[in-house]
């Protein structure tokens, strides 16, 4: 069959291959790097000729312009399942609502119908001689969306690599109703700087960290800081499972670091699902048989986390009670992130024989008028909305030390909090926990 014959006929401008959105649909956006970026313009720029077009996207690298040229959602509402800054902006401003979810289950929300999508617009590389365009660096649930989608359109781009998968990796051209071309850059993530907190933090963790462990590193300045400590390190032969890929893990692929020969499953393979980094990091990634992407119903799936015998999990989180709740995704009603892995990979690590998770955070941070405060608290009281629930919290990490929360009583999860938390608010911490009746007599003040 020919093709390229195929493809020039399904070849179109953005602004016509947006025609076949239609009042009342809901419009899938590719997550993170594969944003389709001329196709979200052109469908921005039908603002007032369109009405009540909802519009899903999914960890934000570039401006949205749908919710950039639409706020009071004349014409189009953007929704996320995970915020960036930009999706966290947007709802600050009132025009655009998050999604909860778990990552492990996102996908099927649309194989069983309770996530709607008319139509769904992918990034994707160009097409190879098989008719095939690989999804590159977004696998997540891109398979699931584009099945329940009545329309498939593709932005073909150069710039986004071709990476192997272990499944749903790629589409048929058959499966596609229109192409776009682009030559926009790839969106990137820059790197966090790791500070001294950070540092700290890593310093604390890395005394857990044993040769042939499989890793999974969230985002932020303290995995780059332990990422930092690991390439400077004697530890060797690690393994790479991680729903989100980022410049951390490069640095430890460029160090030889990871070598995924001692993982439990995919040996040889640094599995992800979904990647967003440097230029660098995808340049890397590009046709390379060392990484292998994975849909998040795998990646993220705590029965195949718990088949690796030594894994090591490390996440962020925002603030934890001194019960043991931890929030990772807003800041009282304010939507700062999302769930995400987050509980995918606390539950997946413990069933893991040698599994270990960790929370990191600050022990307190600076408010915009310089008023400091605490990130462990008495209770949760102003809307913040729980993570990871207490019955599943694993070791909390600060700059000030590790607190082991797993099989521990009201009281010692308490003392081991409040004793790692910011000086300063110890004393008040304590007083807190004697009102709730969550401190022995015989703790030391």
Not at 252 to 271: D, F, M
Not at 332 to 359: C, K, P
Request: proline fraction near 4%; charge should be negative.
């Amino acid at each position: 069959m020919n093709y390229m014959k195929e493809y020039e006929k399904k070849l179109k401008t953005p602004e016509k291959a947006v025609k076949i959105v239609q009042d009342g649909d809901w419009v899938d956006y590719c997550a993170g790097a594969a944003f389709p970026e001329l196709l979200d313009a052109a469908l921005a720029a039908r603002k007032g000729e369109l009405h009540d077009v909802n519009v899903r996207g999914n960890l934000e690298v570039k401006p949205v312009k749908v919710a950039e040229q639409d706020p009071e959602n004349i014409s189009f509402t953007y929704n996320t399942w995970h915020c960036s800054g930009y999706g966290r902006h947007y709802i600050d401003r009132g025009g655009a609502f998050f999604s909860p979810m778990l990552f492990r289950n996102c996908g099927s929300y649309y194989t069983r119908g309770l996530a709607n999508v008319d139509v769904v617009m992918i990034t994707a590389a160009p097409m190879d001689k098989n008719g095939n365009f690989s999804f590159g660096l977004n696998n997540c649930a891109t398979q699931e969306i584009i099945d329940k989608a009545a329309h498939v359109i593709l932005e073909v781009n150069p710039n986004m690599p071709v990476i192997y998968g272990l499944a749903c990796d790629h589409i048929h051209i058959s499966k596609v109703d229109c192409i776009v071309e682009s030559n926009v850059p790839v969106g990137v993530v820059p790197s966090s700087t790791a500070t001294d907190i950070d540092k700290k933090i890593a310093a604390y963790i890395f005394p857990y960290l044993q040769n042939g462990m499989t890793l999974q590193l969230g985002i932020g300045g303290t995995p780059n800081a332990l990422g930092d400590l690991i390439a400077r390190s004697e530890l060797k032969d690690l393994g790479m499972h991680a729903e989100f890929m980022s410049d951390g893990y490069l640095s430890l692929y460029q160090a030889g670091k990871i070598t995924n020969q001692k993982k439990e499953l995919q040996r040889g393979k640094g599995v992800f699902s979904t990647c967003a980094g440097s230029r660098e990091l995808y340049d890397y990634m590009d046709h390379n048989m060392d990484i292998m992407s994975a849909p998040m119903s795998y990646v993220n799936d705590p029965y195949i986390i718990g088949q690796f015998k030594n894994f090591v999990s490390i996440n962020g989180c925002i603030a934890v009670d001194l019960y043991g709740q931890v929030c990772s995704e807003s800041a009282g009603t304010r939507q700062i992130s999302g769930t995400g892995g987050q509980l995918d990979f606390v539950t997946g690590t413990y069933l893991s024989e040698h599994g270990q998770a960790f929370l990191a955070m600050s022990s307190a941070f600076f408010d915009t008028k310089g008023h400091i405060h605490s990130r462990i608290l008495p209770r949760f009281t102003a809307g913040d909305i729980i993570t990871t629930p207490r019955t599943q919290a694993p070791c909390i990490v600060t700059e000030y030390g590790v607190a082991a929360l797993t099989g521990k009583t009201t009281w010692q999860r308490a003392e081991a909090l409040i004793s790692i938390a910011h000086p300063a608010f110890r004393e008040t911490l304590i007083d807190a926990a004697e009102k709730q009746k969550i401190w022995r007599r015989s703790n030391h003040r």
